[in-house]
């Protein structure tokens, strides 16, 4: 079978899950293309997000929420990226020839959509990468999505979607994450890990001064971000404090980490999950990530910091706290480990 894996950069957790999912289906002799061939034809839309969420976080919150309800705007954007999917996509498809095109980013998902109107034998399958189903991310010709939780079968059921099912397999991340770690469940002497995602967003001199109060080592991740790491390196912190880029190696990590400290992207929170580390969120993306905060924080997955962050810190890295105990434990109950393999043999079987 011969399997298109269509995804679009912004931002990174659409691109681990589409990695992730590649390959589970070549060890299981699938044939897989990668597509980034929506970028050029996404590329003022991604300015206007990205300098919304940096610079008018309120406005773009609104317009996100606004959005999800406007079900007549949102059928003409899907009438219009449709129509540009085909006149981009269309050459793709003959090149290829996939049997199924799966989608971790809505508007690639979107532009399929119309490839596959005139091509009803491609199958299409969207794999959500946040906690929640914005209405941008419904798409009614979908033959099955990929979920986590079951308000996001609630939220596809709320739109209308009944074409295909919709599999709980969780998000897809990294192989390494599923090996097992003799820390779990014990208490970890690692740092106190300052995570912010691939793209190093958020409040970092903020958070990173507040933690240095407490006599924990912390290690700040600033991802892709080099200004903002070279903004914190020009500050004079404790010696117990480490200012790193992206690293790779965020399995080990994680499974030694004291404690975790950071935004809630939806990859990011499957990858923590797995880890079974206390996670306490102190700074989202306006708009999505504040449905995953409110998701994780109702399912006991991690509790928001923003407001008592050092009380927190020292109650979710003592061993003997209760509170502690019952988030490592949802935890182990929501991890999904195997969710690119699960989700492979089940569009494999399609």
Not at 219 to 239: F, S, T, V
Request: proline share 6%; glycine share 8%.
């Amino acid at each position: 079978m011969r399997i298109l894996i269509a995804s679009l950069p912004i931002g990174t957790g659409h691109d681990i899950a589409a990695r992730a999912l590649a390959e589970s289906f070549v060890l299981r002799g699938a044939e897989v293309e990668f597509s980034h061939h929506l970028v050029f034809d996404m590329r003022w839309q991604a300015r206007l997000y990205f300098f919304g969420i940096r610079y008018l976080p309120g406005v773009y919150g609104n317009l996100f929420r606004l959005g999800d309800r406007a079900e007549v705007f949102w059928r003409r954007h899907r009438k219009e990226w449709r129509q540009a999917g085909i006149e981009a996509l269309e050459p793709v498809y003959h090149a290829y020839r996939p049997d199924v095109v799966v989608a971790t980013h809505p508007y690639a998902l979107t532009g399929w959509s119309g490839v596959k109107a005139r091509y009803p034998h491609l199958g299409l399958v969207g794999v959500l990468t946040d906690l929640s189903v914005h209405r941008f991310w419904y798409e009614p010709s979908a033959d099955a999505y990929a979920v986590w939780l079951p308000e996001q079968v609630d939220d596809l059921e709320k739109f209308g979607y009944r074409s295909g099912p919709v599999w709980q397999s969780g998000i897809p991340i990294r192989a390494s994450f599923s090996q097992p770690s003799p820390l779990i469940g014990h208490l970890r002497q690692g740092p106190v890990v300052l995570l912010g995602g691939g793209l190093g967003m958020g409040p970092y001199m903020r958070i990173l001064k507040r933690l240095t109060e407490l006599p924990f080592p912390v290690l700040a991740i600033c991802g892709h971000n080099e200004n903002l790491r070279w903004r914190l390196d020009e500050y004079r912190w404790p010696e117990r404090v480490h200012i790193v880029g992206y690293i790779e190696h965020m399995p080990s990590l994680l499974k030694a980490a004291r404690l975790v400290v950071g935004k809630p992207g939806g990859v990011t929170a499957a990858e923590v999950c797995q880890s079974n580390v206390p996670w306490l969120l102190t700074h989202w993306i306006a708009g999505q990530e504040e449905e995953n905060r409110d998701r994780l924080v109702m399912h006991d997955l991690a509790m928001r910091g923003d407001n008592n962050l050092k009380e927190l810190v020292l109650e979710l890295t003592a061993e003997t706290s209760a509170m502690r105990k019952q988030m490592l434990a949802s935890q182990r109950a929501w991890a999904r480990p195997d969710a690119a393999d699960e989700l492979a043999e089940k569009i494999l079987s399609l």
